[in-house]
């Protein structure tokens, strides 16, 4: 039981540095505390079953708010991976609640994973459902960022980093639009920098 924890623990701390590294940010504090607080956790109370439960839930529950935490930080405008974690994390909270109450109600022996029934079912589709939401945010995070990228040195001179032609041809082509239905006139510099 501690072994698995501690690994799930460690998998949602991989999902959470992936979804910040992706906007090229360092992941808040130690990389993998909360896995080295559940294996301590789980050494110290192997005896107690509630309670090792109940501290593995909560550590898990801890990691799922800073992945929707950090996706809802940092979501890109319009963009829908951030949605897809956020949605992962929710469901992988609602389901970790209950898990809790469940505890708390004293119903831990059937919370174990060698026990087959309905809420160790329900448990591991939240699972499943949690793990897919996440696998396709990441996909599409990473989708989302090399589009990003693309679309920017599309628009800007590698070497100097301002923008290029085509930027400037659609910028002019907004802006005389936009003096056109203004009915302003429109003035136009223009300076060659690369004349040495």
Sequence with gaps: YG??????????????????????LTVPGCRFSLPLLMSVLMALLIETLE???????????????LIVRLAYRYSEPGGRAQVLLIIGGSISLIGLGMRVVAILLGGATEMQYNVSNLTQTIS?????????????????????RSESKLQHMAHRDVLTG????????ER??????????????????LIDIDHF
């Design 124 to 144: 591991v589709s939240i699972g499943t459902a949690t793990v897919m939401m996440y696998s396709l945010g990441l996909v599409l995070l990473s989708k989302e």
């Design 51 to 65: 309670l090792r439960m109940l501290a593995a839930s909560l550590v898990l529950i801890l990691q799922c708010l």
């Design 172 to 189: 002019f082509s907004d802006e005389l639009e936009h003096a056109h239905l203004a009915r302003t006139s429109l003035a136009v510099a």
């Design 3 to 24: 072994a698995a924890n501690t690994l799930l623990s460690i998998a949602l701390v991989t999902t959470r540095s992936a979804s910040t590294g992706f906007v090229t």
């Design 162 to 169: 301002m923008l290029n032609r085509r930027a400037i041809l």
